[in-house]
């Protein structure tokens, strides 16, 4: 890409395959040539994203019914109606099981 020396537009090619400023006017003297290239990059395989290692609930001292573990995720929800309070859920760090609490 070429900008015009006296008003700093761009360069293009007019109808008549000649260079000109596509704001003055002005034509740059000798051969103009547009050239593009790219580079394409080949990607290695597919990743596979752990889902446990994402995790960025908070961990909180509560047991678990099924496996009595004293550590669980918590997060919270507006399931009900916007006037009442929200759901907490838990899920066990170790079996996974996942339960309700209603506020």
Known sequence: MEFCPK???MIVMADNNKAACAKCGYKPKGKFKIQSSENIEKKEGIRIIDEKKLNTYPIVNHKC???KNKESYFWTMQTRAADESETKFYKCTKCEHTWREYR
């Open 65 to 67: 019914a099924k496996c």
């Open 7 to 9: 008003c700093g537009s």
